[in-house]
T-cell receptor, first 115, second 110 residues
Framework: DTGVSQDPRHKITKRGQNVTFRCDPI?????LYWYRQTLGQGPEFLTY????????KSRLLSDRFSAERPKGSFSTLEIQRTEQGDSAMYLC?????????????FGPGTRLLVL | GIQVEQSPPDLILQEGANSTLRCNFS?????LQWFHQNPWGQLINLFY???GTKQNGRLSATTVATERYSLLYISSSQTTDSGVYFC????????????FGKGITLSVRP
């Protein structure tokens, strides 16, 4: 069990550019979640997948954001035409559904700074 | 949606002291987790505790679901306990997503 991994760990970009983040969940975990955390706040839910199906999207996820999990394993989160307000920590988590005590395990996050 | 309130917002302790962190939530929950966020931003699982009491070393947690609160106890605090503690809940019927409180910032002084 190698834990949830995210790449890159840090990203600095200019306003208007597109960025893509990757998340590799714990192997065998069929659920994968994306959250966003801004300074001084708790993480906020963005979206989640069960296997390859995207089952829920938050209203925070504007049409500039898209997430995929094509084979039910890793996931990508893309932000198009980045804005300064997108600067945040993007966290990925995974869990195994149907287990007693379904616990979400978080990755180290990707810190995005939009200049 | 469900509201999660944590108190106190900030806590300063001397090494060796005990503390109690509180989490109140506004609706029934399927899941409640306590996390410790380290200075690098990593969220570390402490407890999965939608009800009942659990202990892990110097940490213990109690959730009284009928009264909609959870408590995290830290005994004999150490400087390495410093960081932000989050309570997160999954509202019944909320499709697995966690709603987090704003966190409690704990500073343990040597």
């Amino acid at each position: 069990d190698t834990g949830v991994s995210q790449d890159p760990r840090h990203k600095i970009t200019k306003r208007g550019q597109n960025v893509t983040f990757r998340c590799d969940p714990i192997s065998e975990h069929n659920r994968l979640y994306w959250y966003r955390q801004t300074l001084g706040q708790g993480p906020e839910f963005l979206t989640y997948f069960q296997n390859e199906a995207q089952l829920e999207k938050s209203r925070l996820l504007s049409d500039r954001f898209s997430a995929e999990r094509p084979k039910g394993s890793f996931s990508t989160l893309e932000i198009q035409r980045t804005e300064q307000g997108d600067s945040a920590m993007y966290l990925c988590a995974s869990s195994l559904s149907g287990t007693i005590g379904e616990t979400q395990y978080f990755g180290p996050g990707t810190r995005l700074l939009v200049l | 949606g469900i509201q999660v309130e944590q108190s106190p917002p900030d806590l300063i302790l001397q090494e060796g002291a005990n503390s109690t962190l509180r989490c109140n939530f506004s609706d029934s929950v399927n899941n409640l987790q306590w996390f410790h966020q380290n200075p690098w931003g990593q969220l570390i699982n402490l407890f999965y505790i939608p009800s009942g009491t659990k202990q892990n070393g110097r940490l213990s947690a109690t959730t009284v679901a009928t009264e909609r609160y959870s408590l995290l106890y830290i005994s004999s605090s150490q400087t390495t306990d410093s960081g932000v503690y989050f309570c997160a809940v999954e509202n019944t019927g909320a499709n697995s997503k966690l709603t987090f409180g704003k966190g409690i910032t704990l500073s343990v002084r040597p």
